[in-house]
């Protein structure tokens, strides 16, 4: 038996609760960032750099290793990741180190992984 959607039966709308959903949606402009941010995530390359940044900080050629990916490939990725504010680089000498930009990239990378795994 396929999963069918559920409806309701009647039309009757509750009000109160309609008005606190309305209340708490965020702006648009916020929804459409929230879209792009899911967007840039969709990508499994990006996720599995956002994987390996997880712990610790590391370079291009790190990765590049890691991923088993030309560092140019790596490159390009890690750029989209900086413009969507998800890492972080410091140039340490020669080396350019990446990092997850702030605790709150970890956490919806730790809370993804612990939701595909229930």
Same mark, same amino acid.
């Given at each position: 038996?396929?999963?069918?959607?559920?409806?309701?039966?009647?039309?009757?709308?509750?009000?109160?609760?309609?008005?606190?959903?309305?209340?708490?949606?965020?702006?648009?402009?916020?929804?459409?960032?929230?879209?792009?941010?899911?967007?840039?995530?969709?990508?499994?390359?990006?996720?599995?750099?956002?994987?390996?940044?997880?712990?610790?900080?590391?370079?291009?050629?790190?990765? =590049?290793?890691?991923?088993?990916?030309?560092?140019? *490939?790596?490159? &390009?990725?890690? #750029?989209?990741?900086? !413009? @969507?504010?998800?890492?972080?680089?410091?140039? =340490?000498?020669?080396?350019?180190?990446?990092?997850? *930009?702030?605790? &709150?990239?970890? #956490?919806?990378?730790? !809370? @993804?992984?612990?939701?595909?795994?229930?």
């Amino acid at each position: 038996m396929k999963d069918e959607l559920m409806s309701c039966k009647n039309n009757y709308v509750h009000e109160d609760k309609v008005q606190i959903a309305e209340h708490n949606m965020p702006s648009e402009e916020n929804l459409i960032s929230v879209t792009e941010l899911f967007k840039v995530l969709g990508d499994p390359t990006r996720t599995k750099i956002l994987s390996v940044l997880y712990n610790d900080e590391l370079c291009v050629c790190d990765i =590049s290793k890691i991923l088993n990916m030309t560092k140019s *490939a790596i490159s &390009h990725q890690l #750029k989209t990741l900086r !413009m @969507a504010r998800l890492i972080k680089s410091r140039r =340490s000498g020669k080396e350019i180190y990446y990092s997850l *930009a702030d605790d &709150h990239v970890g #956490k919806i990378y730790h !809370m @993804a992984i612990e939701h595909v795994m229930e």
